[in-house]
């Protein structure tokens, strides 16, 4: 199971930490290079033993498994990277909040009671 954890950090140190996540899954692409690499040796194997295409699925499954985790932690580098660049292009000042104006209310004009309308008696 999967849970995110949230930490906070200055402002500064975020080019550092995604440095270092950059590394980190720089580090489990290899890995997963080298799980493909396995694959492609076992099916090099001139064998057709349900043993060869157990253990190639087995390897194929944890390469899937991988290439997910792999996924995810390149999902939340850009989202760092997205947040960053959202900070460091706003405007130095914030632009004064727009002028508005009240909308005028139509005047309210009263209405008769129900049952006593206006009767000329003329």
Same mark, same amino acid.
């Given at each position: 199971m999967k849970v995110r954890i949230i930490q906070s950090i200055d402002i500064e140190e975020i080019p550092n930490k995604l440095r270092e996540l950059l590394d980190s899954t720089s580090h489990n692409?290899? *890995?997963l290079q080298s799980l493909f690499g396995e694959c492609?040796? !076992?099916s090099d194997i001139n064998s057709n033993s349900s043993l060869k295409y157990n253990f190639l699925k087995q390897t194929m499954e944890k390469l899937r498994s991988e290439?997910?985790?792999v996924d995810q932690e390149l999902s939340d580098i850009d989202s760092i990277l997205e947040g960053y660049i959202g900070?460091? *292009?706003?405007p130095a000042t914030p632009p004064p909040p727009?002028? !508005?104006s009240p909308i005028?209310?139509?005047p309210v004009?009263?209405?008769a009671?129900?049952?006593e309308e206006d009767v000329d008696e003329g």
């Open positions: 692409m290899r *890995e492609l040796s !076992v290439l997910a985790s900070i460091i *292009e706003e727009p002028q !508005v005028p209310k139509p004009q009263p209405q009671p129900v049952g």
